[in-house]
């Protein structure tokens, strides 16, 4: 995989088969470039947004993810016209590979927001436990992977237990990833079971009362649960597809790729774009931040943060 065995040192498509190239196919000019293109506006539209409405750590995630993803794709147009080059498949491979980690980050933190509107008495774990724990999850997922991806990149092609141990770490950054993103749909599912069966207990504030009726509030949820599924199917993809390896024939399908990818990434953050937090909290994301309110509720947000790390590891 280094670039010590690069194939664009004598390769070219007129002389050279794709089967020598870093991927068995040469990436769709339009498709990629339609992804660029896309991630590139919903860029804007997430900076103006959060200026808009402050909403800094909403951005952050989604700002890291969608650079990454036009890094990615930027790889992937240049391997259109050169697909034997190593430096744009590195791009592609780890932009792509480690992208989706920093969006659910922003998903995550949706969720103790989404307690404070409904009310913490009826949750199982308090809101900053939710955010605290699961971006954690996301930070080992995303860690592994680029060790994963970074080891990877350094194999040369004699060197196969190398790329295969890189390999393996990668599938366990995804691996993660995949767990982190059923718990928390469990944990979520598991809180509308509670306010489903406590439908007189909610935050009693009208302000918030107003807002869990509101059509907006309805549609955010609805896009939040969208985005979170799309990026689990991804990720389930990316896991089966690394699990043959770079030259299995998963890993080698373009339209699987361009669907369970590429698609699956864009309807994720179109949902996290249109039904953006600041739109549909109505004015109220500042004042659903939650915080430490008395040292007595630090020290059972951290026991419960360790019982969750328990249940995770």
Known sequence: MSNATDPSDYCTLEICPT????IYYVPSLAGNAFYLALFAVLLAAQLVLAVRYRTWGYLAGLCGGLILEIIGYIGRIQLHSNPFRFGPYLEYLVCLTIGPAFLSASIYICLGRIVMVYGEDISRLRPKTYTMVFVACDLVSLVLQAAGGAITSVADADQYDLAQKGINIMIAGLASQVASLALFMALCLDYAWRVYKSPHNPNPDTRMRDLRHSLRWKAFLAGLALATVTIFVRSVFRVAELKGGFHSSLANDQVLFMTLEGAMIAIAVIALTVLHPGLCFDGLWDQ??????????????????????????
């Open 19 to 22: 089967t020598e190239a870093y």
């Open 288 to 313: 659903t931040k939650w915080s430490f309110r008395r040292s007595r509720d630090s020290e059972m947000q951290l026991i419960e943060l360790l019982q969750a790390a328990v249940v995770i590891a």
